[in-house]
């Protein structure tokens, strides 16, 4: 596999996660762990159906605690993490502190071997793209960070910084299979269902509706795309991938507007341009580091 058709593969899971709101806000009022554990199932099963004509996917799952550790605190810890930061602080604010993690992805994939250092591109693509979801976020109301609310700041900029080293570290263990994603998944949705039971009151979806977004959810943003999102940071150019997640927040507005969910605004016009220019400073970086590695074969 290319590192293009791997980074192709990895971008399926920024597509899929600009469907989160849509669906998330289509699931009903379900609380937010019930949620995770319902669709994390879902997402866990799905990597599991293969095995049935496959079943040396099942082997995967024979992973040193280092892995299982890794996975389990990358997705279970960053969700937990974001769920108390909308809880303690402003959403607006707590968004924006957690989308630092594509801008991270880039900085700490500097880190790894054979990553030929920090390209200058890259840094300027993420920054920009850092200031398109900035603009966005402006767009929705005015930013107001007050002490109060510091842990939950605390939280959203431990998102970012789980999120980032779960992608980064992904890459160390580049040989552990995608299948181990469906471990991972089955191992968050059963702490979510124990957060659950201990901090919220349960609530069904009401009607077909509610139970196909929830359906949706399991299968899109919070099940294929971890499994994409695996194959690109592993095999991929995972710093395109991380200037490149900043289009998520974007499209997912866009999407949100199309549904009749939010109003069209100019910050969301303005933040697409500063994406796509920043996107396109990035992909001339990787398309010069594609060129060289393949190269050098």
């Known amino acids: 596999m290319t590192i293009r058709t791997a980074t192709l593969i990895g971008s399926g899971a920024i597509l899929l996660w600009s469907l989160l709101a849509l669906f998330t806000a289509a699931s009903g009022a379900v609380p937010p762990f019930?949620?995770?554990?319902?669709?994390?199932?879902?997402g866990g099963l799905l990597g599991c159906a293969s095995w049935i004509v496959r079943p040396s996917g099942l082997a995967s799952l024979r992973q040193p605690l280092s892995v299982w550790a890794l996975g389990i605190v990358g997705l279970f810890g960053y969700h937990a993490?974001?769920?108390a930061a909308l809880r303690l602080a402003p959403p607006a604010e707590a968004g924006l502190i957690s989308y630092l993690w594509p801008l991270l992805i880039v900085l700490f994939s500097a880190l790894l071997p054979g990553e030929g250092g920090l390209r200058a591109a890259h840094l300027a693509g993420a920054l920009l793209g850092l200031s398109g979801v900035v603009a966005l976020f402006l767009g929705r109301g005015s930013l107001t960070f007050e002490a109060a609310a510091l842990p939950g700041y605390a939280a959203a900029l431990a998102c970012a910084?789980?999120?980032s080293g779960y992608s980064v570290l992904s890459r160390r263990v580049g040989?552990?299979?995608t299948d181990a994603v469906a471990g991972f998944c089955l191992a968050t949705a059963a702490l979510s269902l124990v957060c659950h039971l201990a901090f919220e009151r349960t609530v069904w979806p009401e009607g077909p509706a509610q139970w196909a977004a929830v359906a949706a959810l399991g299968l899109g943003p919070v099940g294929a795309a971890f499994y994409l999102w695996d194959i690109g940071v592993k095999r991929g150019d995972i710093r395109l991938l991380g200037v490149g997640s900043y289009a998520a927040p974007v499209l997912s507005t866009l999407i949100l507007v199309a549904a009749g969910y939010a109003p069209a605004t100019?910050?969301?016009?303005?933040?697409?341009?500063?994406i796509v220019a920043g996107a396109l400073v990035a992909t001339r970086a990787g398309g010069a580091r594609e060129a060289a590695v393949e190269g050098g074969r």
Do not use: E
Request: proline share 4%; net charge neutral; with cysteine.
């Open 175 to 177: 040989a552990v299979p």
């Open 161 to 163: 910084f789980l999120w």
């Open 34 to 42: 019930q949620l995770a554990a319902m669709t994390f199932l879902v």
């Open 266 to 274: 100019w910050s969301l016009a303005l933040a697409c341009g500063l």
């Open 81 to 83: 993490l974001y769920f």
